[in-house]
């Protein structure tokens, strides 16, 4: 399938540290897609690049919204910004149907579904209150309500669920998920693992603006060498033994309980024979680690061999 | 960078309707004149109050025949003289201090014939002696001429009052009035630049500040932006400039005659240029310093120093009215920054020829584009730096690039 979005080589710098170096990407039609990242790793100076704000050093950004490939067209794309901003002397409404606006929506189509969309997000109440007067959560789903009134059919959304919620973040999410269904494709970033795995389709990870893992979320974990091992057993039983299976390794340790980690040459069955073979289990389970974890040892052990 | 009209007339339109109710527009707009009025007034009110005060003054003549052509001469004014004799000069005196007179006038021979004639008040502050020392001076001349024989006709003759009557060279009249007008518009026009300029740059730094500029830049060019935001507040200006000026002439018109001034609005199209010129130079030098600084307060204030600039000539706007075709006027007038407020100046002060109209015109047309180019460049390289107030080495280091 013909992406819709390819990153080519993006780099930028500001003065002599580079930002963001040499990432390639590409995010097909209706996927979702998530730009992981620890904080400063070029995450939003990448979006922004993207989204033309900024120009890039080298590399190239390439669209292909409508069938034909080329320079971004601004009001097919929807944007959320990290650093959220609206006119706080305006009210919530007006916000709306401007910033649609300046995305080529006419202004009573804009103050109809902008009026559909606060109801949605339970802000009818403020559609005619000065932005000013709401709390944060609430500027920031109007914010979000702004990045997708136009119809974008390919939307950035730079941290999404921060300061949200997880009430709130579950209505962002349920939205994507609709978004994904309509055949719009999202790229994201954010903070927040267990979301990312919930949405994102792809992931792609960077650290010092450089790609350190990328690919779809379950050939990820798949890959990913280590499974993650809990169980729970009668304490009174012997289970030292655990301990000396080869690639096993004790993360925490107490009286009937264990989380281990396991990088071995069994199968999951295998180890299940073993285990349950030995002691009287109450409870196991054998998975991939959540994506919390792949992101942080990943960061760690290349990110650091980066320096 | 493309443009893209409707985007830049959207902006515009925001931002007009926008400020436009927004209560900063409001007091400019309606506060300020209220404020230059009443300033006015309290002036005028006061030399009004003080020609009608009544007076009561007691005097001493010991010519014998000064008094009576006094007591005429003052017979039209609030001031009312009664005569004394010499004998009860101590207790004039006395009354004076009590306040029954506002004052005692003696007059005689040696002090007439030296020019000086004594007047004693309460107190020597109090000034208001105006329609007595006219009366005093005029009285003085016909006592004189009478003692040189003369007639009364011969002295009404000879004491006729000539006036000065000031002509252009076309032959126009001039009056106060219409001197004043030009001026008073120039004026307005120069403080309607100045003013929503300044709001201008304020809103430039506040969208910055709240991050607002960010989600515009994803859906215009930052020219796009920097022009709505220019034709937005022109037409801010001009509306403004519009309701000062339909004040303005409601309240000369209950004043004086307007149509003495003979100011037609083919007049005005010189400075009506001159306005709009000035206004997108100096709101794109504003807006583009806004978007260099990091919020008003900010560290440099080299930027607060720099919207200054354009303002100078008003420091020395007693001169130029004065002497609107000296050469350094002229000067002036050809240097960008200052064309504006010169010209808009000397529109009000004098005839300007025509072609030094059009090149000083021309000179500004050229240096607006030249400034909405370049802070167009300063501005979308400097917006979305956030967190500090840029340098002058950087935003030169933004130009040559």
Not at chain 1, 34 to 45: E, M
Not at chain 1, 169 to 197: P, R, Y
Not at chain 1, 209 to 219: C, H, M
Request: aromatic share 8%; charged share 20%.
């Amino acid at each position: 399938m013909e992406p819709v979005l390819k990153v080519k080589e993006l780099t930028k710098s500001f003065g002599d540290k580079t930002v963001v170096d040499r990432i390639s990407f590409s995010v097909t039609r209706s996927e979702v897609m998530g730009l992981l990242g620890p904080n400063g790793a070029g995450k939003t100076t990448a979006i922004r690049m993207i989204m033309g704000i900024l120009s890039a050093d080298q590399g190239e950004v390439v669209f292909n919204l409508d069938g034909n490939s080329g320079k971004i067209d601004k009001t097919a794309v929807g944007y959320l910004p990290e650093e959220r901003g609206l006119y706080d002397d305006a009210n919530v409404l007006d916000n709306l149907v401007y910033l649609s606006g300046l995305k080529g929506k006419s202004r009573s189509e804009a103050a109809r579904e902008g009026m559909l969309w606060l109801e949605r997000l339970e802000l009818t109440d403020y559609a005619g209150q000065k932005l000013e007067k709401l709390s944060k959560g609430m500027q920031q789903k109007v914010q979000f309500i702004a990045s997708i009134l136009h119809k974008p059919r390919l939307v950035l959304f730079d941290e999404p669920f921060s300061g949200l919620d997880p009430v709130n973040q579950d209505f962002i999410k349920e939205i994507i998920h609709e978004l994904q269904s309509e055949g719009i494709t999202v790229l994201l970033s954010a903070h927040q693992m267990n979301l990312v795995e919930e949405l994102c389709d792809n992931i792609f990870l960077i650290n010092h603006g450089r790609e350190i893992l990328s690919g779809s979320l379950r050939d990820i974990k798949q890959s990913y060498g280590e499974d993650l091992v809990e169980l729970r057993f009668n304490p009174t039983e012997e289970s030292s033994f655990i301990a000396k299976i080869p690639g096993m390794r004790i993360v925490k340790e107490q009286p009937g309980y264990l989380s281990l980690r396991y990088s071995g040459t069994w199968s999951k069955r295998d180890l299940l024979q073993q285990l349950s073979g030995s002691i009287e289990i109450e409870e196991i389970s054998v998975e991939k680690p959540p994506l919390h974890e792949i992101f942080i040892e990943t960061v760690r052990e290349r990110g650091d061999a980066d320096e | 960078m493309l443009m893209n009209r409707k985007n830049t007339m959207k902006v515009a339109s925001w931002e007009f309707i926008k400020n436009l109710k927004s209560p900063t527009f409001l007091i400019l707009t309606f506060i300020f004149p209220l404020i230059m009025l009443v300033a006015g007034g309290i002036g005028a009110l006061a030399g009004i109050t003080s020609s009608l005060e009544e007076q009561k003054i007691a005097v001493i003549d010991e010519t014998g025949q000064l008094f009576d052509i006094l007591e005429s001469n003052l017979d039209s004014t609030p001031v009312e003289v009664i005569l004394i004799s010499s004998g009860q000069q101590q207790e004039a005196r006395e009354d004076v201090a009590e306040g029954l007179y506002n004052g005692l006038l003696h007059l005689t021979e040696e002090n007439l014939s030296a020019g000086s004639v004594s007047y004693y008040v309460k107190d020597s502050r109090d000034q208001n002696t105006g329609h007595l020392s006219g009366a005093l001076r005029s009285a003085a001349i016909t006592y004189r001429l009478e003692a040189l024989g003369l007639s009364s006709e011969e002295i009404e003759e000879a004491t006729a009052a000539v006036s000065l009557q000031t002509l252009s060279l076309a032959g126009e009249e001039a009056s106060l009035a219409a001197l004043f007008m030009p001026l008073a518009i120039g004026m307005l026009l120069i403080f309607s630049v100045m003013f929503s300029g300044q709001v201008l740059m304020y809103g430039v730094i506040k969208e910055k500040r709240n991050r607002i500029v960010e989600i515009l830049l994803s859906s215009i060019t930052s020219l796009e932006l920097l022009m709505g935001k220019l034709i937005g507040f022109a037409a801010l200006g001009l509306l403004q400039i519009l309701i000062w000026l339909t004040v303005a002439l409601l309240v000369a018109g209950s004043f004086f005659d307007l149509r003495q001034l003979s100011l037609s609005p083919a007049d005005l199209v010189p400075s009506v240029m001159f306005f709009i010129g000035g206004y997108l130079l100096f709101s794109s030098l504003f807006a583009t310093m806004g978007a260099t600084m990091k919020d008003a307060e900010g560290g440099s204030q080299t930027q607060g120093l720099v919207v200054l600039v354009p303002m100078i000539p008003l420091f020395a706007s007693g001169a130029i009215i004065i002497t609107p075709n000296a050469a350094w006027v002229k000067i002036l007038s050809f240097i960008p920054i200052f064309t504006p407020v010169t010209m808009l100046m000397r529109l009000a002060a004098t005839t300007v020829p025509w072609w030094e109209i059009t090149l000083t015109f021309i000179i500004l047309l050229v240096a607006v584009v030249l400034f909405i180019i370049l802070g167009a460049r300063i501005f979308s390289r400097s917006i979305l730096q956030y967190e500090r107030t840029l340098s002058f080495i950087e935003i030169r280091r933004m130009l040559k690039k």
